[in-house]
């Protein structure tokens, strides 16, 4: 079994999961887009859109291959729905004076593999709503004090839900104390493993 905590930048997602992790007695996957820098790439600087849909294409194999080689049940804290967010994040309606046709063309592309790969390997995942008060982290790459941005990649996440809402299992996750948040996910995972025993049962019995 495969959870993904999901949400955009500085909405609290490693530090829920780490505590959900804990406290369902599961392993943790850390999918920090730190991962970018080894492979050369800054995700929090000026990049054009060819080199940044390059990284996120490296990110997400990167996700990808972890994920494969991962025990279950298994929680992280992001999904490809992230990288969906972030790649579309930086396209918009003059892109195609910035970039080439098949850019725009391979952009699209990978929204929908990332659309595919959750529905993949994902049994659920939960979007957390952004924390009213945005505390940036020197020591990680995250982008700065954006309220706009982060806004943006927040509806980017939930349209990526909607897209594949009836395919995959999901919750959306309020700002609440981090405890409770963490609480409500794991009360959400608990029903769903139930869910899923009792059809095993009814199947079991045909």
Do not use: W
């Amino acid at each position: 079994m495969l959870y993904g905590v999901c949400g955009t930048h500085r909405s609290g997602k490693t530090t829920a999961a780490k505590l959900l992790a804990e406290q369902l007695g599961i392993e943790f996957l850390d999918s920090s887009f730190d991962v970018a820098k080894k492979f050369g790439y800054n995700p929090v600087g000026d990049l054009s859109l060819t080199d940044r849909l390059a990284m996120q294409i490296l990110v997400l194999e990167d996700h990808i291959e972890k994920l494969k080689a991962a025990p279950r049940p298994l929680v992280t804290d992001r999904t490809p729905l992230d990288y969906f967010a972030y790649t579309l994040a930086q396209f918009g309606m003059m892109s195609h004076q910035q970039t080439e046709p098949r850019i725009l063309e391979a952009a699209h592309a990978f929204a929908q593999k990332c659309l595919e790969e959750t529905k993949t390997y994902y049994d659920m995942v939960f979007v957390l709503d952004p924390l009213t008060v945005y505390t940036p982290d020197p020591s990680k790459a995250t982008p700065v004090a954006n309220p706009a941005f982060q806004l943006h990649i927040h509806a980017l996440i939930h349209g990526a839900v909607s897209q594949i809402h009836r395919e995959i299992n999901y919750a959306m996750v309020p700002v609440m104390p981090l405890q409770d948040r963490v609480d409500f996910i794991a009360q959400q995972i608990v029903e769903r493993m139930n869910d899923i025993d009792d059809l095993r049962q009814v199947e079991g019995m045909h």
